[in-house]
C-alpha cells in the first residue's frame, strides 16, 4: 500500500514538474512593478466623457503624429499611412506593406515609420521605404515599435521586446520578462544601444526644449528620462493606473501626454512574484483561455516637466481596445488605438486643480 501511495505521489510530482518546465511551458520569471499610486488611480474617479468627433473607418490607428504640413498623420492595421486636412477628410499618403506603429517626422520633414513587421523605416516617396533597421532575421529588431526624430535627424527607437514580436505581446506580459531595447540610430544599420533590461520598451517621445528622451515600460507601468547624449536615465513616473503605451510631448505646453490603454491587472500582477505558479497557470490559460481582462477606457494623461498632472482625459470603454497613441491638433486631443475602429477627438478638459 505504501509503494502505491508512493507511486502516486511520485507520478503527481512528475506531471507538474511536466506542466511547469515541459515543452510549451511559459519562461516565467519573478516580477514585482510598482503598485498603482492612488493619487494618480484617483483622477480617474470621474464619470467618462464622449468625444467630440469619432471618424470611422480607420481600424487600427496605433499612433498619431502631427505631420510638419500641418496634416494629421495616422497608422493603420492595413498598412496605410493616413493623413488628415484640417478641414477635415482623411487620403492614403503611402503605404508600408507591413504594421506601421509609431510614427515621427526628421527635421527636414522625413517621416519615419516603426514598423513592426519591417522594421524602422525612412520614406522616400509613393510607397518606397528605406529600411534603416530591419526586423530579425535579417536585422536584430523583434518587436519595432515607436519612435521619435531628434534635432539630428537621429532616430529614438524603442525595441518592446527581445523575446516575442508584434502579436504576442500577451505572452511577454504574462511572463513579466524585460528583454526590451531603446535604440539610438543615426544612419542606415547603425544602431547604438541607449537603455536595455526593459519591461516591454514601448512609447518614446522627446522634449525639443531640453532633449530629453521619455521612454516608458508597459509592464512596469513607469516611465524614464533618458539623456541621449550620455544614456544616463531617471525615473520620472512610476505607479501608473493602467499600463502605458504611446506618449507625445507637446512643446507648445510643455506637457507629457500618455496613453494607457488598459486598467492595472491586479489578478495577474498578483502571480508575477510567484513565477513556478504562473508557469501552472499557463497551461489552464492553453486550455480554457485567458481571463477576464480588465476595462479598457480611454485613459490619457497630461503631465509637466516636474511630472505633476496637468490634464486628464477618462473616455469611454466602448471599443475592444483602448487609446494607445495620441497628440494634440488642432485645439482638441486626437486619440487612436491598435485595434479602435475610428480616431476620436476629444476637447481639452481644463487643467486640474
Known amino acids: 500500500m505504501t509503494r502505491w501511495i508512493v507511486s502516486i505521489i511520485a507520478t503527481l510530482v512528475l506531471l507538474v514538474v511536466l506542466a511547469?518546465?515541459?515543452?510549451?511551458?511559459?519562461?516565467?520569471?519573478?516580477f514585482e512593478p510598482s503598485p498603482p499610486d492612488p493619487a494618480l488611480a484617483a483622477l480617474y474617479d470621474i464619470p467618462p466623457v464622449d468625444p467630440e468627433l469619432r471618424e470611422t473607418g480607420l481600424i487600427g490607428a496605433e499612433d498619431i503624429e502631427p505631420g510638419p504640413d500641418g496634416r494629421l498623420y495616422a497608422g493603420l492595421q492595413d498598412g496605410r499611412i493616413m493623413a488628415r486636412d484640417a478641414d477635415g477628410g482623411w487620403s492614403e499618403f503611402a503605404n508600408t506593406g507591413g504594421r506601421p506603429l509609431g510614427l515621427g517626422?526628421?527635421?527636414?520633414?522625413t517621416l519615419f515609420v516603426a514598423d513592426a513587421l519591417r522594421g524602422l523605416l525612412m520614406h522616400t516617396g509613393g510607397d518606397d521605404w528605406e529600411?534603416?533597421?530591419?526586423?530579425?532575421?535579417?536585422?536584430?529588431?523583434?518587436?519595432?515599435?515607436?519612435?521619435?526624430v531628434l534635432a539630428d535627424g537621429s532616430v529614438i527607437l524603442s525595441d518592446a521586446s527581445k523575446r516575442y514580436g508584434y502579436g504576442n505581446y500577451m505572452t511577454s506580459y504574462l511572463e513579466g520578462e524585460a528583454t526590451g531595447v531603446i535604440y539610438r540610430v543615426e544612419a542606415p544599420n547603425l544602431p547604438e544601444v541607449l537603455a536595455d533590461g526593459l519591461a516591454f520598451a514601448?512609447?518614446?517621445?522627446?522634449?525639443?526644449a531640453?532633449?530629453?528622451?521619455?521612454?516608458?515600460?508597459t509592464w512596469a507601468a513607469r516611465v524614464w528620462t533618458l539623456d541621449p547624449g550620455t544614456g544616463e536615465r531617471t525615473?520620472?513616473?512610476?505607479?501608473?493606473p493602467g499600463y502605458p503605451d504611446n506618449m507625445h510631448f507637446?512643446?507648445?505646453?510643455g506637457l507629457l501626454w500618455i496613453a494607457m490603454p488598459s486598467l492595472r491587472a491586479a489578478d495577474i500582477e498578483a502571480l508575477h512574484p510567484r513565477p513556478f505558479l504562473k508557469r501552472l497557470i499557463w497551461r489552464w490559460i492553453q486550455i480554457a483561455g485567458l481571463p477576464p481582462l480588465p476595462p479598457r477606457p480611454v485613459m490619457l494623461l497630461?503631465?509637466?516637466?516636474?511630472?505633476?498632472?496637468?490634464?486628464?482625459?477618462?473616455?469611454?470603454?466602448?471599443q475592444p481596445y483602448g487609446a494607445t497613441g495620441m497628440a494634440p491638433w488642432q485645439g482638441r486631443i486626437w486619440v487612436g488605438g491598435l485595434e479602435r475602429e475610428s480616431v476620436d477627438a476629444f476637447a481639452l478638459p481644463d487643467p486640474l486643480p
Open 210 to 217: 531640453t532633449g530629453l528622451v521619455y521612454f516608458n515600460e
Open 105 to 109: 517626422f526628421g527635421p527636414d520633414g
Open 235 to 240: 525615473l520620472f513616473l512610476d505607479g501608473l
Open 202 to 208: 514601448n512609447g518614446v517621445t522627446h522634449d525639443p
Open 131 to 148: 529600411v534603416w533597421l530591419a526586423q530579425a532575421p535579417e536585422g536584430p529588431l523583434v518587436f519595432t515599435d515607436d519612435i521619435t
Open 250 to 253: 507637446d512643446s507648445a505646453s
Open 302 to 318: 497630461a503631465v509637466d516637466r516636474e511630472g505633476r498632472p496637468v490634464h486628464v482625459i477618462h473616455g469611454p470603454d466602448d
Open 20 to 30: 511547469a518546465y515541459g515543452p510549451g511551458s511559459l519562461n516565467a520569471v519573478r
